[in-house]
């Protein structure tokens, strides 16, 4: 009997516009026209605290699986879910796909990050291989007890893109932040940063989610209003593509001022686009972003974020030169069509065997 040859498990809806789930459903489609047969199975149920539902949509999917088959776990479902695997990873060839580890995450309570650190520890303990998405999330896992031969790093592909134009003639430098509204991107520390800068001219637009952590939302975008820039600080949500891609066309810069980033797609999207980058050296960032194309500085270091920011609102001729320099890396950048090809050779190489 023929299966197909990969099993793609993920959180929730595969169209979800996180970064996360954007390399993911790359991948699907990039494996697809390689020739890979791909079944994508979305659970249901919250992550990656998981309930009852999340487990039990879990341990259904993974019932349902021949013996042998190759099996994709996105890491947002598996870290919370260990004891559905073990029953499973015997009889299935489990690979976990790693963004960021789960316990990593900013604003987490001391009890839940032990939890989550080991229960994600006991779920890698299953799986055969690991992707990750960074060299710097490759060597968290050692920390998690996986072995560096059975860790793969594969970044995301970044395709080209039109020259950013800026917002126009006469018009204020104008910043953009891509990222969903977590504590982790920091968009506090963000608008600390631009109330210390309230007398220059710009305006700054914020695209990501606010409904994924819905009560730190509303407090940034409540200590925007108090700080009185409510008029020149815009949350516009999560972005259709082409939305997003004109948000990039019209801006002068970018900045992301992340405590942690496994990858940071965003980063070199903007690189892409020839914006200067203003991020922060938390996590894989200084690999994606290097010294001679953005500036970054320590994660949560307002004071630093806001001196960065002045430098470049005022200095066009230090924009222009940081634009050069990140398009010309981004030309270096892998597509997603080479990094779908590294991501079925990584799935090869920690499970040789054909299905």
């Not at 919250?46 to 341990?59: E, H, K, N, V």
């Not at 998690?144 to 893109?161: E, I, M, N």
């Not at 990222?179 to 220059?200: F, S």
């Not at 999207?269 to 203003?278: D, M, S």
Request: aromatic residues 4%; hydrophobic residues 40%; negative net charge.
């Amino acid at each position: 009997m023929n299966h197909p040859d990969l099993h793609l498990i993920v959180p929730g809806r595969l169209d979800q516009r996180t970064g996360g789930y954007l390399y993911d459903s790359h991948m699907v489609s990039g494996l697809r026209q390689l020739g890979w047969r791909v079944v994508v199975h979305e659970l249901a149920g919250a992550f990656p605290q998981a309930d009852d539902t999340a487990s039990a949509s879990l341990t259904r999917v993974l019932s349902g699986l021949p013996d042998d088959t190759r099996v994709v776990v996105d890491g947002l479902a598996m870290g919370g879910l260990p004891q559905p695997l073990h029953a499973h990873g015997a009889r299935l060839r489990i690979v976990g796909l790693v963004h960021h580890p789960l316990a990593d995450e900013t604003g987490l309570e001391a009890d839940q990050r032990v939890r989550l650190s080991a229960s994600e520890r006991d779920a890698l303990s299953v799986c055969r291989g690991v992707v990750v998405t960074s060299a710097t999330t490759a060597a968290r896992l050692a920390a998690y007890g996986v072995p560096s031969d059975r860790v793969c790093a594969v970044p995301p592909g970044t395709d080209p893109a039109p020259q950013a134009d800026g917002p126009g003639p006469g018009a204020p430098p104008r910043m953009l932040c891509v990222g969903t509204v977590i504590p982790r991107k920091a968009h506090d520390v963000l608008v600390r940063a631009l109330m210390r800068l309230r007398e220059k001219r710009w305006s700054c637009v914020c695209a990501g989610s606010v409904t994924r952590h819905p009560a730190y939302a509303a407090t940034v975008q409540s200590q925007t209003v108090d700080a009185g820039l409510a008029d020149r600080v815009q949350f516009v949500g999560e972005c259709a593509p082409d939305v997003l891609d004109g948000l990039y066309h019209s801006s002068s810069l970018f900045v992301l001022p992340s405590y942690d980033e496994g990858y940071g797609m965003a980063l070199t999207e903007a690189l892409a686009r020839g914006l200067p980058v203003v991020s922060t050296t938390g996590g894989a960032i200084p690999d994606t972003v290097p010294p001679e194309v953005g500036i970054l500085v320590p994660p949560g270091d307002e004071g630093a974020l806001a001196s960065v920011l002045d430098e470049l609102l005022t200095d066009a001729s230090r924009r222009t030169r940081l634009a050069h320099a990140a398009r010309q890396h981004a030309s270096t950048l892998p597509d997603w069509d080479q990094a779908t090809a590294a991501f079925a050779r990584a799935l090869t190489a920690l499970d040789p065997r054909p299905a």
